[in-house]
């Protein structure tokens, strides 16, 4: 079973609407974080936000917020006044367990969702 | 910028060959990872390395090796390159081996086995 879902192959938003990327886990730790990537055409990945799985708040950065509900193990990405510059793939990660007892600290990714946004 | 740098940048080689493939992480990072993303497979962790010891191995082909460095600078190694192994090569550092800081990507390694 995939342990990251992303549903969403590729989406257009016009520019400067929000617009939503989801993201469904599967994990049995307690413990665990998640993140979202961005990787432009260029190629680079570049991070954008983190939410651990303990964070009662839902995380932001600037325009970027994440709507975590643990209950769904979705965390899903909104990316609000969407610019230009955001078209890109998006991609979500998690890293199960944590501390000394955790088999390091890889990250498990989904298979992104490329955005393309409208002028 | 995320402060890892990856060299080189573009890499074309042809199947049996070996390659390596080099990465110096952000400063005062302990902790290095490489991921393969390629078109059949996404993004694949590969293997972690802490402070010159190695923490934690993925979907890393025998043909392929790593290591760590005393400077904390890591190279992948791949041998008897095959068609497959055409993808884009990253590498990512955190300043820990656990606790689930964010990793930091370098710009990757395009590679192209003919």
């Known amino acids: 079973a995939q342990k990251i879902t992303q549903t969403q192959p590729g989406m257009f938003v016009q520019e400067k609407e929000a617009v939503t990327l989801d993201c469904t886990y599967d994990?049995?730790?307690?413990?665990?974080?998640l993140f979202w990537y961005k990787q432009p055409s260029s190629g680079e990945m570049i991070f954008l936000i983190y939410?651990?799985?303990?964070?009662?708040q839902n995380a932001t950065e600037g325009r970027y917020s994440l709507n975590f509900q643990k209950a769904r193990k979705s965390a899903n990405l909104v990316i609000s006044a969407s610019q230009l510059g955001d078209s890109a793939m998006y991609f979500c990660a998690m890293r199960e367990g944590r501390g000394i007892k955790a088999a390091g600290n890889k990250l498990t990714f989904g298979g992104g969702t490329r955005v393309l946004v409208k002028p | 910028d995320s402060g890892v740098t990856q060299t080189p940048k573009h890499l074309i080689t042809a199947t049996g060959q070996r390659v390596t493939l080099r990465c110096s992480p952000r400063?005062?990072?302990?902790?290095v990872y490489w991921y393969q993303q390629s078109l059949d497979q996404g993004l694949q962790f590969l293997i972690q390395y802490y402070n010159g010891e190695e923490r934690a191995k993925g979907n890393i082909l025998e043909r392929f090796s790593a290591q760590q460095f005393p400077d904390l600078h890591s190279e992948l190694n791949l041998s008897s390159l095959e068609l497959g192994d055409s993808a884009l090569y990253f590498c990512?550092?955190?300043?820990?081996?656990?606790?689930?800081?964010?990793?930091?990507f370098g710009p990757g390694t395009r590679l192209l086995v003919l």
């Open positions: 994990t049995s730790d307690q413990s665990y974080g």
């Open positions: 939410q651990g799985s303990y964070d009662e």
């Open positions: 400063s005062g990072d302990l902790s």
């Open positions: 990512a550092s955190s300043t820990h081996a656990t606790g689930g800081e964010t990793q930091y």
